[in-house]
T-cell receptor
Framework: GQNIDQPTEMTATEGAIVQINCTYQTSGFNGLFWYQQHAGEAPTFLSYNVLDGLEEKGRFSSFLSRSKGYSYLLLKELQMKDSASYLCAVRLPPIYSGAGSYQLTFGKGTKLSVIP | DVKVTQSSRYLVKRTGEKVFLECVQDMDHENMFWYRQDPGLGLRLIYFSYDVKMKEKGDIPEGYSVSREKKERFSLILESASTNQTSMYLC?????????????FGPGTRLTVT
């Protein structure tokens, strides 16, 4: 089976930096995605890593170590609007070559609360 | 702008009813997905489709079926709704290729089965 672990909840202060960790054990790997989901809304794409290292996108960065099965999402200069759930998802290789489709396996999500 | 729409935001059905959830995307995506999201369990894949008339089971297909007659439309069917199918249902779509092609999600349908 697939296993993706991330903390259930985190709290951080406005203006601070927070790191949300994700560890995975999956039957294959074809990239790791981070999504943001505000309460009552659809998940929206934040970042994608397929090679080891850090990807930076404004206030958000994401890191991947494939050998360790580990990723983190780093949020800098936290704002109140960053209060949301953050979902880590591993993309699995196609079921069969040539005509298959990539699917994502999601972690349970980390609910981040930003306090003044 | 990518748009994934779902037929209803809120739906209340009775046990035993047949329920149809519709999803439409306007980006010519090959892949379409149905998930359910429950507190403490996260997003779980029910079924997905990578082409018209093609379907694959996800992690929790029991009690559900799907239909994809046109590329832009993917339907989730609950043949006989049960209370344990009360959940938030999310549809998503993406290009078939790998790379950075992420899934785009619809707004969700909150289904209550009484």
């Amino acid at each position: 089976g697939q296993n993706i672990d991330q903390p259930t909840e985190m709290t951080a202060t406005e203006g601070a930096i927070v790191q949300i960790n994700c560890t995975y054990q999956t039957s294959g790997f074809n990239g790791l995605f981070w999504y943001q989901q505000h309460a009552g809304e659809a998940p929206t794409f934040l970042s994608y890593n397929v090679l080891d290292g850090l990807e930076e996108k404004g206030r958000f960065s994401s890191f991947l170590s494939r050998s360790k099965g580990y990723s983190y999402l780093l949020l800098k200069e936290l704002q109140m609007k960053d209060s949301a759930s953050y979902l880590c998802a591993v993309r699995l290789p196609p079921i069969y070559s040539g005509a298959g489709s990539y699917q994502l396996t999601f972690g349970k999500g980390t609910k981040l609360s930003v306090i003044p | 702008d990518v748009k994934v729409t779902q037929s209803s935001r809120y739906l209340v059905k009775r046990t035993g009813e047949k329920v149809f959830l519709e999803c439409v995307q306007d980006m010519d995506h090959e892949n379409m997905f149905w998930y359910r999201q429950d507190p403490g369990l996260g997003l779980r894949l029910i079924y997905f489709s990578y082409d018209v008339k093609m379907k694959e089971k996800g992690d929790i297909p029991e009690g559900y079926s799907v239909s994809r007659e046109k590329k832009e439309r993917f339907s989730l069917i609950l043949e006989s709704a049960s209370t344990n199918q009360t959940s938030m249902y999310l549809c998503a779509s993406s290009f078939r290729q790998g790379g950075i092609y992420e899934q785009y999600f619809g707004p969700g349908t909150r289904l209550t089965v009484t």
